[in-house]
């Protein structure tokens, strides 16, 4: 068997047992795998060893340019698939326990936006853009810290505003699973500001669409259910400095900057973030106000381990002045 239909079957039984981004960065790592094959002229999959799989780590690394973060994830991706050939019998040996992993120095992201900042961004869509689609994605971000595509996959109905929580529910049929399947619904609490800023745009500016399974979104395009690029793309507009505060921090000309000019290219911007780093802000935020890990464990819908080690971005210092108001040792 070829190394790309070996690839095209292990995604076919993996789709049933990960969720839909899993699978999409899977596939990813898998191509560039493929790529790796095709060049070095590996025809069958039983011709793999352990030199190729050096061989490919060297070639991301090198040609590919990632860093060790995403070379580690995508030779972890690589391990799964070679495990499963072997216990395919398509791969003789134990390839897969003997590959040498990636170690980066500190595997959890630090890139963060912080509270005083998504207060300037919240107090500018407050003026500017109130109750539009914007306002609502950036407040249910950082007042929840869901994943993107758990906020994709609110309806309407899952939206309580007289008891001001919003319901998350898993319907991996109708194309919105959650990361973390059934394990992930719960119902979430929300502050007044944000219902009312969901409640104004559910009147004012949400399109009155449903989505290819009949289902109202929360928030929608003119289209339906708006795509997780579309919501993406939102956030890293919405969080470039000069957008909402008319600055510039890196001394750029908005005439001359391809950030500023091109919404496509919003990314670009050194300052903007995408929502990933929000919900890692917004949960390090609940945790200087004091919050439990327990209960945000629960509410982010994280393991206390993997919030420890991804979410918690407080500095030493933070956590050393939490501690001491916990015991009582304020300063009088």
Avoid at 13 to 38: G, I, K, P, Q
Avoid at 149 to 156: E, H, K, M, Q
Avoid at 214 to 227: D, I, K, M, S, Y
């Amino acid at each position: 068997m070829s190394p790309e239909a070996a690839i095209e079957r292990f995604l076919e039984e993996r789709e049933a047992e990960v969720s839909a981004s899993t699978l999409r960065n899977n596939r990813y790592a898998l191509r560039r795998f493929t790529e790796f094959t095709d060049e070095h002229g590996i025809e069958y999959i039983n011709d793999l060893d352990g030199f190729h799989i050096h061989d490919f780590k060297i070639f991301r690394r090198e040609e590919g340019g990632v860093n060790e973060l995403t070379l580690r994830n995508n030779m972890t991706a690589l391990r799964v698939f070679i495990r499963w050939c072997e216990s395919m019998d398509l791969i003789e040996g134990d390839i897969a326990d003997k590959m040498m992993m990636p170690n980066p120095d500190d595997d959890a992201r630090d890139e963060k936006i912080e509270p005083s900042r998504a207060e300037d961004i919240l107090d500018y869509l407050e003026k500017f853009e109130y109750g539009s689609l914007r306002h609502s994605l950036f407040a249910l971000l950082w007042d929840t810290g869901f994943r993107l595509g758990t906020i994709r996959a609110i309806d309407v109905d899952d939206f309580q505003p007289h008891e001001q929580y919003v319901e998350v529910v898993h319907r991996p049929d109708a194309e919105t699973p959650l990361k973390n399947k059934v394990e992930a619904e719960r119902e979430v609490n929300l502050h007044e500001w944000v219902v009312d800023v969901l409640r104004d745009y559910i009147r004012m500016n949400r399109h009155d669409v449903t989505d290819d399974y009949g289902r109202e979104p929360l928030l929608t395009t003119r289209q339906g259910r708006p795509a997780g690029t579309n919501l993406r793309q939102n956030i890293n507009a919405l969080t470039r400095p000069c957008h909402y505060s008319n600055e510039c921090p890196h001394d750029r000309e908005e005439s001359e900057c391809e950030a500023a000019g091109n919404y496509n290219a919003a990314q670009r911007c050194p300052s903007s973030v995408s929502p990933h780093p929000i919900r890692r802000s917004a949960i390090t935020a609940w945790l200087n106000e004091g919050h439990a890990k327990e209960l945000l464990s629960g509410r982010m819908n994280v393991s206390s381990k993997t919030l420890d080690k991804h979410y918690d971005a407080r500095t030493e210092s933070e956590k050393r002045e939490l501690r001491k108001e916990a015991f009582g040792m304020i300063d009088s």
